[in-house]
């Protein structure tokens, strides 16, 4: 075989194999001396690259999952893989690197540190990161670029309109370069032309192989997803038409 092939065919085999992968998936916890389950036995795998959106009724397990696909919480039994690292099982040292490295998070309420610029609240991200000033800068700035903010690296967070400072929040999370992006209702607190706005820039980060994940309640949003899955009772159905 020549390497020809064998470079193709490990291609395809990387392909193949899903970013996560979830199997038995429950999480459970003690409220009020009694056991809730927030997820019952989750089977899902999302591929990379994917859009995915996730939508549900409140209380269903959304943000339960979304924090575990984050690795900010372990599920209480299953298995949860993130390109085949067991987060399960996984040392919190791990959990963090991932976390820095690996996972963007883009949240409704756009968390921004008010007395930082935005360039500053960008370059919070990478603070984790063993990078040099100068090429934290750099990367600051092309993050900025990328989501159309390059002349409002000065700014404070009350300087911009709401679809800017979500931008800001979006360039924070990708400016560590992670390989998949978790939204939690990221177009919650934007009129409809901004969520358009923050939907199309979600969509080009997708086409470049971030794999995009994002809880909504928006039918709007959910519809431009190239997969939509459904959260009830802690158990996941795929809707996708």
Known sequence: MTNTDTTATASETDAAVPLYRATGVTRTYAQKGRTVKALTGVDLEIGTGEFVTIQGPTGGGKSTLLQLLGALDRPSSGSLTLGGTELASASPKELSRIRAEEIGFVFQGFNLIPTLTAAENVDMALEPASLDRVERRRRVTEAL??????????????????????????????????????????????????????????????????TMIVVTHDSAVARRATRRLRLSKGTVQDITK
Not at 169 to 198: F, H, Y
Request: glycine share 10%; with cysteine; proline share 5%.
């Open 145 to 210: 670029a990328h989501v159309g903010l390059a002349d409002r690296g000065d700014h404070l967070p009350t300087e911009l309109s709401g679809g800017q400072q979500q931008r800001v929040a979006i360039a924070r999370a990708i400016v560590k370069r992670p390989r998949v992006l978790l939204a939690d209702e990221p177009t919650g607190n934007l009129d409809e032309s901004m969520r358009d706005e923050i939907l199309a820039l979600l969509e080009g980060l997708c086409a470049e192989g971030i």
